[in-house]
Every structure is written in structure tokens, then in C-alpha cells.
């Protein structure tokens, strides 16, 4: 299968090296296809790609991972300019587009590639990332929601790896080219991106899970 190097929306690069002075920032806040999509319309993001990361399986398949046995999650990379879109306003947009509260899962779609977390590059965004979790928590509580699950870890000890693919359809989304450059998982948007690239929850084709000793 080919490598897309670059975005299909906006034409930028989705592997490094990236333009000076751009920042980097990973979270996982259940199917990545919709998600993705909040991000490269936000000002200030240069580029996306989404993918596995998280988990101790190097080179995992999608179907692995839709097993629950990788620990890997379902994640956006969003690569960022910090003048424009500050990494506050990235958290921001992460809270406010997922339920935080729900465990292993977003609505109908469950199981651990689904969870809620956020993966931090640095102390500062650790920093950040922990105080706007205390913050959105008040509010949560306050709204009668739970607590919440969100797991803050620090990148370099997510266990990842980088895979790229061709996706081209629902069909061959668990079709692996590995192209191991670094440590991330990615899935390049869809050449010609179908109708639930546009949904914040879609392309539910992961087998459910009802258990996590599935």
C-alpha cells in the first residue's frame, strides 16, 4: 500500500520535519475520523493524522487493537502553531468535543481504543493539560456528570510506534503498510474522505466489547 506524506485537506505535510516553530500535541478522545476533523479546522493547525498510541504492541493492526489486548487508543496528532492556537485552546477544544466521563468508551462506541487521554510533550503541557482537567471537573460536577477519566501521560512513555497507511475505505482500515519512522501510529485521511469523515462519532466498525477480559 502507498504512503500519503501529505494532508488531503489542507496539502501539508503530516511527517516531520515540520515548519520551525510548530508544536506538537496528541489526544485521544474516542474514533478518530471526527475528531480529526475539529482539529485541522481550528486557526493555527498546520497539520493532523490520526492513529494508535498508547498501548505496548509494536506495529499493531487494527484488528488488534479493536481486540483490547494492545492497550493502544484511537488518537489525533495535531502539529500547531502555539502564536495562534495556543495549547489551551487545544484543550479546550478536546473537553468541550467528548464526554470525559465515560471510561472505556464514547457512546455506542466501546472499548479501551476509546478512552479518554491526553499525551503531553513537555512539563509545561502536562502542567496545562492537569489544570484545565481540575477546571472542566468543577464543571462536570456541577452538571451531575462523574468523574472523570482522562489519563495525562507523558509521550515519550506511551509505548508507540508510527505506522502509515492508505485509507482508502471502511474496508481496508485495518490494512497495515509499515513504514515504522517514529513513535506514532498514523492513519492518513481517506483520498476521497466518505460522508463519516464529517461526524464526530463514526466509522463504528470495530467489533463491541462488553468486557475488558475479552
Known amino acids: ?82 502564536e495562534r492556537s495556543g495549547y489551551e485552546a487545544l484543550l479546550r477544544l478536546f473537553w468541550e468535543n467528548h464526554d470525559p466521563t465515560q471510561g472505556h468508551r464514547q457512546g455506542n462506541d466501546i472499548g479501551t481504543q476509546y478512552r479518554s487521554i491526553i499525551m503531553t510533550m513537555s512539563d509545561a503541557q502536562a502542567e496545562a493539560a492537569e489544570i484545565s482537567r481540575d477546571r472542566y471537573k468543577e464543571q462536570l460536577t456541577a452538571a451531575g456528570y462523574g468523574p472523570i477519566t482522562t489519563e495525562i501521560v507523558p509521550f515519550e512513555n506511551s509505548g508507540m510506534q508510527r505506522t502509515t497507511t492508505s485509507n482508502t475505505s471502511r474496508r481496508t482500515r485495518g490494512d497495515i503498510a509499515v513504514s515504522v519512522v517514529r513513535a506514532f501510529v498514523v492513519r492518513p485521511a481517506s483520498p476521497q474522505p466518505p460522508s463519516y469523515l464529517l461526524q464526530l462519532r463514526s466509522a463504528r466498525s470495530c467489533p463491541r466489547q462488553t468486557s475488558m477480559s475479552e
Do not use: D, K
Open 1 to 82: 500500500m502507498s504512503n500519503q506524506p501529505t494532508h488531503f485537506i489542507n496539502g501539508n505535510p503530516i511527517e516531520e520535519p515540520f515548519p520551525e516553530g510548530l508544536e506538537q500535541a496528541v489526544f485521544g478522545m474516542g474514533c478518530f475520523w471526527g475528531v480529526e476533523r475539529r482539529f485541522w479546522e481550528t486557526p493555527g493547525v498546520f497539520t493532523t493524522a490520526v492513529g494508535y498510541a498508547g498501548g505496548t504492541v509494536p506495529e499493531a493492526s487494527y484488528q488488534q487493537v479493536c481486540s483490547g489486548r494492545t492497550g493502544h487508543a484511537e488518537v489525533v496528532l495535531g502539529i500547531f502553531e502555539a
